[in-house]
């Protein structure tokens, strides 16, 4: 097309209304909810932006597919469906229905891991984490060495450190019951890996006889970025990169909630047959029959449609190019954020962006309360909230304090980014009023979802 505005690819066919607040509405919820984002009722939310998973909205293609659900218990039409949409794009042998990305991770680990082992990803994401750490084994984390410096800018940051692999491989030969790999790695900025960084972990594993894993919920996403920035693969659809990426792998733990563009789903699939029958026998115990995993015959047919429209190029130049046109305007405005722009969301780097607050009372975590009281918009802490506890109960700075602005699929508009322009300028005009926050109390695991807080000398905004 000779025009350079890239539009949403889609027309509206259905729409959700937006209740507006005021601010004093929305001091009161805040309060109510303990400072706790993860608590507010999202009425009481303008601009949601928690989380991309399992909040996008559906195709008219995904909804008439839903009408053809059979809900047989076994063996259901629409299992078939969805096995062949997945083994098409990942060609693993075994497919297995869960009801969300943590399901299929709590299966495989409880299936193949045993305590005292340790796994090693670029970055685990929090549920990952939390499911190694409950049965014993120890998650590490080896980001290559740019992932860590915020305003760096690179290709690839989401790529595992080559060399730290092979030490971590070697080191613990025995214990290591599989490799993982994060595309895109969400915790560390929405990064993306490369082909070639998949491809010599690969072989990295395969000389230690270590399976490699990919936690594949971004999976379209990545492909994206491969195709964009990898030499040698511009001319490549992203369809033709996924099946490569997959074909590195043994196997994939998968969000469906995310690039399977459904509201609820995920899977687990494996070349491994033994491991394969060991994960259907501990399905049945808590998920279901392995025809449907959890989910209804519908859900299993929304997904087949939603991992076919996700490839489409159209649609992932579209929310590529939305979040870097945000990213442009913020970084033109002097707010800092991971650079480049990841595939799902802005990461705004709160340490630099409020160095009056230490890192002990959560800068992000403040910066995210001060964005939902000025504007309604709701984002996620992704810094020592969520991750300074550690499994022995001491405490440890996160490596980055960031505000995550995730965006749901096919959901907001150009106009709602400029919306959201605008609320984070305005908070960086503020932002030396913004004090930092306190723990008032926290359960010892995955606390960000339900812990209390306050802020330090009783108000957020000084
Ligand atoms: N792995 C990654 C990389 C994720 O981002 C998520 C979920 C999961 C696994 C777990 O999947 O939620 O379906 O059980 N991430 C969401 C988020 C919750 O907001 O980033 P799930």
């Not at 729409?15 to 805040?30: G, H, K, N, S």
């Amino acid at each position: 097309m000779p025009f350079k505005t890239i539009i949403e690819p889609f027309r509206i066919k259905a729409v959700e209304p937006i209740r507006f607040t005021t601010r004093e509405q929305r001091e009161a919820a805040l309060a109510a909810a303990d400072y706790n984002l993860f608590k507010l009722r999202a009425e009481d939310v303008i601009i949601d932006l928690l989380t991309d998973s399992g909040t996008g909205a559906m195709s008219a293609a995904q909804w008439a597919g839903m009408m053809q659900g059979d809900e047989s218990y076994a063996g259901a039409r629409s299992f078939f469906k969805f096995e062949a949409a997945v083994r098409d794009i990942t060609g693993l042998r075994h497919i297995i229905p869960t009801h969300q990305g943590r399901a299929a991770e709590r299966i495989l680990f409880s299936s193949a891991c045993t305590a005292g082992q340790v796994v090693p990803n670029n970055t685990h994401f929090d549920t990952t984490r939390a499911n190694l750490e409950a049965i014993g084994v120890r998650a590490v984390d080896l980001r290559c060495a740019e992932a860590t410096q915020p305003s760096l800018i690179a290709p690839f940051k989401g790529n595992i450190d080559l060399a730290a692999l092979e030490r971590c491989l070697a080191e613990n030969a025995g214990r290591v019951p599989f490799a993982m790999i994060t595309v895109t790695n969400n915790s560390g900025g929405g990064q993306p890996v490369s082909l070639a960084n998949i491809r010599a972990a690969s072989a990295l594993c395969r000389q230690h006889r270590v399976p490699l894993i990919l936690d594949c919920c971004r999976f379209a996403e990545n492909a994206w970025f491969i195709k964009r920035r990898e030499p040698g693969q511009a001319h490549r659809t992203p369809a033709d990169i996924a099946r490569e990426m997959f074909g590195y792998a043994d196997g994939c733990t998968m969000s469906a909630k995310k690039d399977g563009l459904v509201n609820i789903g995920g899977f687990l699939a494996l070349n491994d047959d033994a491991l394969a029958a060991k994960c259907r026998n501990n399905l049945i115990l808590t998920e279901g029959f392995p025809t449907y995993g959890g989910l209804a015959g519908y859900d299993l047919e929304a997904l087949a449609v939603g991992l076919r429209e996700v490839l489409d190029e159209h649609y992932l130049e579209y929310r590529i190019r939305s979040v870097e046109y945000l990213g442009e305007k913020l970084t033109a405005a002097g707010v800092p954020i991971v650079q480049p722009t990841g595939g799902h969301a802005i990461y705004i780097d709160a340490r630099a962006m409020l160095p009056h607050i230490p890192q002990g009372e959560f800068p992000a975590w403040a910066l995210s309360c001060a964005l939902y009281l000025e504007g309604g918009v709701r984002s996620v802490e992704i810094g020592s909230v969520m991750f300074g506890r550690q499994p022995d109960g001491t405490e440890k700075p996160a490596a980055m304090e960031l505000v995550r602005l995730a965006f749901p699929r096919r959901v907001y508009t150009q106009s709602h980014v400029d919306y959201l322009i605008e609320v984070i300028l305005s908070v960086n005009s503020l932002k030396s009023r913004i004090r930092g926050v306190h723990l008032v109390e926290a359960p010892p695991l995955l606390r960000h979802f339900t812990a209390r807080l306050a802020p330090v000398g009783g108000t957020l905004l000084a």
